[in-house]
């Protein structure tokens, strides 16, 4: 089956500097990237997603890349803020059934 | 739109107890997932509904665990008898024609 590993499993940055989160699949098959966001207390959140076909997507601050080749997609934060404080999941999966999720990566931004 | 609720947000039970988790979908979201994450893990795959149909339980640990969805709408989890080693979040996440799913909030299981 899929399996997914995430790096940095924590993160420390100061306000303002950029975030980069990393993670591997194993499964060619897998066609679909979404990243949560889960803040304290609260339920995961979609921030953004990419499909097999695109190799980069962005959304204001944030951007996703996708390497098909290597198997590796990486998550990008620009001018972080303290609200970007929280745990952030990738996760691959076929078509939009079961994800396969990372570990997670524990962001603190630093004001 | 109200989001996927989840209920109870959190349970305390003893090992051999049994405890029923629920999800309530969103209005018209057609699939339903159950994911389970363990201290500090990754958030790992249980099963996906379809409607009322089991699409895919390849992620259910055991046999003590067991899966619900009558008529469609809300679906239950059932962990009977409970071990220590079920401890953990349960997340259920729902979406339309299989797309983007929606999670929520979780329910925190700690099994003494």
């Known amino acids: 089956g899929e399996n997914v590993e995430q790096h940095p499993s924590t993160l420390s940055v100061q306000e303002g500097d950029s975030a980069v989160i990393k993670c591997t699949y194993s499964d060619s098959a897998s066609n679909y990237f979404p990243w949560y966001k889960q803040e304290l207390g609260k339920r995961p959140q979609l921030i953004i997603d990419?499909?097999?076909?695109?190799g980069e997507k962005k959304d204001q601050r944030i951007a996703v890349t996708l390497n098909k080749t290597a198997k590796h997609f990486s998550l990008h934060i620009t001018e972080t803020q303290p609200e970007d404080s929280a745990v952030y999941f990738c996760a691959a999966g076929y078509n939009f059934n079961k994800f396969y999720f990372g570990s997670g990566t524990k962001l603190n931004v630093k004001p | 739109e109200a989001g996927v609720t989840q209920f109870p947000s959190h349970s305390v039970i003893e090992k051999g107890q049994t405890v029923t988790l629920r999800c309530d979908p969103i209005s018209g979201h057609d699939n339903l997932y159950w994911y389970r994450r363990v201290m500090g893990k990754e958030i790992k795959f249980l099963l996906h509904f379809v409607k009322e149909s089991k699409q895919d339980e390849s992620g259910m640990p055991n046999n003590r665990f067991l899966a619900e969805r009558t008529g469609g709408t809300y679906s239950t989890l059932k962990v009977q008898p409970a071990e220590l080693e079920d401890s953990g979040v349960y997340f259920c996440a729902t979406s339309i024609g299989g797309k983007t799913q929606y999670f929520g909030p979780g329910t925190r299981l700690l099994v003494l």
């Open positions: 990419i499909r097999s076909n695109v």
